[in-house]
């Protein structure tokens, strides 16, 4: 079964830091670029950041680019978020979700239930 | 950054109906353009890709049209089960950016 499962949510300070991790199964982790993609409280989606099979291209919302930094690690199939200076905009459902195709630029064919993080003092 | 701009922001309709709204891009994708369905509480879901092709697995009364800045979605006869928020998204230019969505109710 294709799955995606995040983790590493939960409520921290404005200006503090945060790891969101997703782990992956049931198809070939490498062949796919792979994306973040938020929701806040009774809002829309918001693509987060994007980074190809071999991270060697990644993308991100001018909302948080220069605060979040993207990577993954192909040979454990996972897919993390390193987010810092959080702020109280950046509460949201943050879901981990896999492209269609092999490029970074594309349509996001499977979702996990997403992780929940809080900024707030 | 390309602006997408969806029309109406709900709708209310019949079980049976023909459903349609649109999807307006700030510039030309060409087909760059996807939907998706979401569920309260529940992950979006793909329904069309690159404009009109449908997602495997997806009910064929869904179906999606258009290309350059306009783009539309049907659903040919609206069932219970499609009440549902969907939006656009455009993977042309970075960052792929979404329309505010189109929420489906039943009347």
């Known amino acids: 079964e294709v799955q995606l499962v995040e983790s590493g949510g939960g409520l921290v300070q404005p200006g503090r830091s945060l790891r969101l991790s997703c782990a992956a199964s049931?198809?070939?982790?490498?062949?796919?670029?792979m994306h973040w993609v938020r929701q806040a409280p009774g809002k829309g989606l918001e693509w987060v950041s994007g980074?190809?099979?071999?991270?060697?291209?990644?993308g991100y919302a001018d909302s948080v680019k220069g605060r979040f930094t993207i990577s993954r690690d192909n040979a454990k199939n996972s897919l993390y978020l390193q987010m810092n200076s959080l702020r109280a905009e950046d509460t949201a459902l943050y879901y981990c979700a896999k492209g269609l195709r092999g490029r970074l630029n594309d349509a996001f064919d499977i979702w996990g239930q997403g992780t929940m993080v809080t900024v707030s003092s | 950054d390309i602006q997408m701009t969806q029309s109406p922001s709900s709708l209310s309709a019949s079980v049976g109906d023909r459903v349609t709204f649109t999807c307006q891009a700030s510039q030309d994708i060409s087909n760059y353009l996807n939907w998706y369905q979401q569920k309260p509480g529940k992950a979006p879901k793909l329904l069309i890709y690159?404009?009109?092709n449908l997602e495997t697995g997806v009910p064929s009364r869904f179906s999606g049209s258009g290309s350059g800045t306009d783009f539309t979605f049907t659903i040919s006869s609206l069932q219970p089960e499609d009440i549902a928020t969907y939006y656009c998204q455009q993977y042309d230019n970075l960052p792929q950016t979404f329309g505010q969505g189109t929420k489906v109710e039943i009347k």
């Open positions: 690159d404009a009109s």
């Open positions: 980074i190809n099979w071999n991270s060697g291209s990644t």
């Open positions: 049931g198809f070939t982790f490498d062949d796919y670029a």
